[in-house]
């Protein structure tokens, strides 16, 4: 169980208003100052100032914020493995982002259930930040991740290096040619909202070409890839996503690559769990499984 002031300290980072988080913990405003100031104390400095008159966290607060979420984390699930009536085998909650969700994990989830039959086994698809979220929260262990993240405050490994592509219908203009990356700027952008790994890659890719999202007359947001496949299949627009995404409809003709003067593009899918995780030796004993499968 997580010290009744860390909890505080939790609670303030995320509210950021020491009335609030009072009112919140259902205690009273003194008390969470004397938690802070007690944590203060132990750890040898202050955690929070304020900056613009708003309530931010100093160095030190933000390293003991994210040691904090990983001990909640921690205790959260030896909480969860010693309240069922077996110990082992344990259940097991990891995420993954849409492209690997969708398209890759599906045969090595099939080999996670033929290696150990009896695992309870939970699987999140959502986007990398909602993910990042629910690792923070305890409510899963690990994620397979094909968006940027912070890698200093989390324990990651590649476990895959993945082509990005563009695509169009076989019955666009831009089919079958070579284009350069202005020619496509008078088409539809049709993509994945903010916070997806898919968005962020393509963004960074535009960054080198000193272009934005915003550098296209249209741009159209859709949260579902297949929806996203089916409207470029129509002609509708153009997109980018990962050829592991698009394998099926490129095998089948329903789209082709865009051939972009300059355009290569290659990002990693990465194993990532929060830093200095109690779990630590297990969760690289899963990273090697899923490397391992998703390699075969």
Known sequence: MLDFRLETFLELCRIGNYTKTAEYLHITQPAVTQHIKYLEDQYGGKLFMYKDKRLTLT???????????????????????????????????????????????????????????????????????????????????????????????????????????????????????????????????????????????????LRAHNLTVESFFRVSEIGNMSAIKQLVSNNLGISFMYKAAANKELSQKMLVPLNIKDFSARHAFSFVFLKDSLHHKEYWNWCDFFQKNLSD
């Open 59 to 205: 160095e030190r607060g933000n390293s003991l914020y994210y040691f904090a979420l990983t001990m909640r984390a921690d205790s959260d699930r030896i909480k969860s493995l010693l309240s069922t009536k077996e110990i082992s085998p344990h259940h097991i909650a990891f995420g993954a982002t849409l492209t690997i969700g969708e398209y890759v994990m599906a045969p090595i989830v099939g080999k996670l259930w033929e290696s150990y039959p009896s695992l309870p086994v939970t699987m999140l698809v959502d986007n990398t930040q909602v993910l990042l979220q629910k690792l923070h929260d305890g409510i899963i262990d690990f994620a397979l991740l094909e968006g940027f993240f912070d890698k200093d405050r989390y324990s990651s490994k590649v476990i895959s290096d993945e082509e990005f592509i563009g695509v169009c219908s076989p019955l666009s203009e831009l089919a079958d040619r070579q284009c350069c990356f202005d020619e496509i700027l008078d088409y539809r952008l049709i993509l994945r909202e903010k916070g997806s790994g898919t968005r962020d890659i393509f963004e960074q890719s």
